[in-house]
């Protein structure tokens, strides 16, 4: 997979992130937070003590002391806007890159009504509306999306998916789709504008990379209602302590109820949860997967099923013919003739493999008139008439039933043929002249390397691979066999497809699907995770929810990959948060009550200087933590594909015990350098 490379803490993102952890200090902002946002009013009510100790009217501690509590607090604050900014100013980096492409271009646009129907009209590419039909030459600069609806070109798509490498669209078929700035480098096409002004496809990128179209995902939404669950009961605890401590004589501040609730309540994930979120949907893009929403990505960590085509992601794609197969009794030479002239208007590259494999030029041939059948979904066959002769290549049981139809046999051995080449991942093509068998055509389509393996990484996450493909049963099982997919749709049509997801999702599965055409608009639709091609049509890349900028079939597997590793890192930093109170917890309590209840020195395991430097170490370690997790949490952690079992044993080993350690130590070097001060 490539990814665009870009460092974490470029200096003028650096710059940017700061002046909005500041803007985001307003409580509307934080609000959408609870955790920080409680960490915000005991800020303020940090602020209201310093100004009552200079007043004269308090008894609660130093003033220099109250003080450095409310500037530890502020930072807190500060850092976890700091994440969160960092993460979106790198999505408006990308915005601003793709914002360039935007720029005003000129439209050739065809009137089509008028006094000046057919003529050629120069206007700006924002004049250009839904269903305006405008022409694009060698050179020029596409003004928006559309859909090529004549001719042929080259096309430079660097601009909007980094890949130098020229890729070729034309009309009809699942690579008619054109992007706004991108370039024709050749040849000259017509397009219809598919797209109203302000809504292309890369205004929406823009808007999406910026985040502005970002919500929460279930997930995080859960995950959120649970910190601030923790929260409450933390408010509970430090509300009751009051009691307590008036019980035990024991006079505690208010900056030691305000430090020992912030330390206490999951701040770390709170700090960090947006910019793991909005990071994971930046991981996507740098991976040239637009996703139109963080959920996309959090639901391909939690994928089931997976359905891929055959032809392009787990074969080559271009099926050669590589043998001859002639029926009993008819002269090679023969048959190898009528299969060249059934394959003379034949542009598909099968048919081209025909001639070539057959090595004669078809135009040497003395055809008077000829009259050629295209391929059609319902004939499934296509050939060439002329003179009294009817020559026709299809599938086998097009062809079968046009003989027998006809009155004659389809030779037994013929068929023998067609079985074997089916049972050994061929594809028979069977040619017929005068409705008269004359042999059969293989055709091969040779299994990516490396596949194999890539599926076995996919079962090792739990993900089943189905493999949906037009072959007949035969071949199909084959290619499945051979490719090592769990499970495969032969003959497949868009219902079939539709039907499949729904049965799975039936039982509580989630499902993706990838597809370029339109036929598969509504199983893109219908599926969990729908990834569509960049260069499919319109109707795909709207019913899906992301868009493969590379046009590579087998992304599907990488975009597992970034959702489960979102999910991870998710999880990760929430168990590493979550165990870090036990730390502070040994640290603040002992040092509120150690005066009056002296057995509680028998808790004070980290042995700290006093109880003011242990609190003040408590509360700058909790808030020091969150700026030294920002590249994890950007990044992701490592990913693995191990199950969910292993995994979840992994993180509480490594997280969670680490989330113990580590503030122990943490907290007891920082009280040493606190202590020189104190």
């Known amino acids: 997979m490539r990814e665009r490379k870009e460092g974490l803490f470029k200096k003028e993102l650096v710059a940017d992130a700061i002046r909005q952890s500041f803007v985001k200090l307003n409580p509307k902002y934080q609000f959408r937070n609870p955790i920080m946002f409680t960490v915000e009013i005991g800020t303020v009510v940090m602020l209201f003590v310093c100004a009552w100790i200079l007043s004269g009217e308090a008894n609660q501690g130093s003033f220099a002391y109250n003080f450095i509590i409310f500037l530890i607090l502020f930072a807190t604050l500060l850092f976890a806007n700091f994440a969160e900014a960092l993460a979106e100013a790198r999505g408006k980096a990308q915005a601003a890159s793709l914002r360039k492409t935007r720029e005003e271009t000129p439209a050739k646009k065809i009137n089509e009504d008028g006094p000046f129907s057919g003529k050629v009209q120069t206007i700006p590419s924002s004049q250009l509306v839904k269903d305006d039909i405008f022409i694009c030459e060698t050179g020029d600069i596409i003004p928006t999306d559309g859909e090529i609806i004549e001719g042929i070109a080259t096309i430079d798509e660097s601009a909007i998916t980094g890949e130098s490498a020229p890729v070729i669209r034309e009309s009809g078929g699942d690579k008619s789709s054109v992007t706004g700035g991108t370039k024709v480098l050749s040849d000259k096409i017509k397009v219809r504008v598919t797209t109203e002004p302000g809504e292309s496809f890369l205004d929406k990128m823009i808007a999406l990379v910026e985040g502005a179209s970002r919500q929460k995902t279930p997930n995080e939404i859960a995950l959120t209602i649970l910190l601030a669950g923790f929260t409450l009961v933390f408010i509970i605890v430090c509300v009751t302590l009051q009691p307590f401590a008036a019980y035990a004589q024991t006079p505690i501040p208010v900056s030691a109820y305000i430090a020992l609730f912030v330390c206490l309540i999951p701040t770390t994930i709170g700090g960090l949860l947006s910019a793991i979120g909005i990071s994971g949907m ?24 997976l359905l891929l085509d055959k032809t392009g992601t787990i074969t080559i794609g271009n099926r050669k013919a590589t043998h001859f197969h002639t029926a009993k009794g008819v002269d090679e030479k023969h048959f190898i003739n009528c299969a060249i002239l059934s394959s003379m208007s034949d542009e598909t590259p099968e048919g081209k493999s025909i001639i070539e494999l057959g090595g004669i030029n078809p135009l040497s041939f003395p055809v008077q008139n000829p009259k050629f059948v295209k391929f059609t979904a319902e004939t499934r066959s296509s050939g060439i008439d002329f003179d009294n002769i009817q ?68 079962r090792k996450m739990g993900v089943k691979t189905v493999m949906v493909t037009g072959d007949n049963p035969l071949t199909a099982k084959y290619i499945a066999d051979k490719a090592g997919v769990d499970d495969y749709i032969a003959e497949a049509k868009p219902e079939d497809k539709m039907a499949y997801i729904r049965k799975e999702q039936a039982t509580g599965k989630l499902v993706a699907m990838m597809g370029d055409g339109t036929n598969d608009a509504p199983a893109l639709a219908q599926a969990d995770v729908g990834v569509a091609m960049n260069s499919g049509t319109a109707a795909a890349k709207e019913a899906g929810n992301m868009v493969d900028l590379d046009n590579d079939p087998t992304k599907l597997i990488e975009i597992v990959e970034i959702g489960k590793q979102l999910l991870m890192t998710r999880g990760t930093l929430t168990t590493f948060s979550i165990a870090n109170d036990v730390a502070k917890y040994f640290a603040i309590v002992p040092a509120l009550f150690v005066a009056s209840i002296p057995a509680l020195q028998q808790i004070n395991i980290m042995k700290l200087h006093s109880p003011s430097s242990a609190i003040l170490s408590a509360v700058i370690f909790n808030a020091l933590i969150i700026p030294a997790l920002i590249p994890l949490a950007l990044k992701g952690v490592a990913y693995k594909p191990i199950g969910a079992s292993a995994l979840l044993r992994r993180n509480l080993f490594v997280y969670g015990l680490g989330g113990v350690i580590i503030p122990f130590i943490g907290i007891k070097a920082i009280d040493l350098v606190v202590a020189l001060f104190m």
């Open 282 to 305: 930046d991981r996507a893009l740098r991976a040239n997967v637009i996703a139109k929403s963080g959920k996309a990505v959090e639901t391909a960590g939690d994928l089931d099923v």
């Open 391 to 458: 020559i026709r290549k299809g599938a086998y049981d097009a062809m079968r039933t046009m003989v027998e139809k006809a009155g004659n046999i389809f030779p037994p051995e013929t068929t023998n043929d067609v079985h074997k080449i089916s049972s050994n991942g061929g594809t028979p093509l069977v040619v017929i002249e005068n409705n008269v068998v004359l042999g059969v055509i293989e055709l091969q389509d040779i299994i990516k390397t490396g596949i194999f393996e890539r599926f076995e990484r996919l």
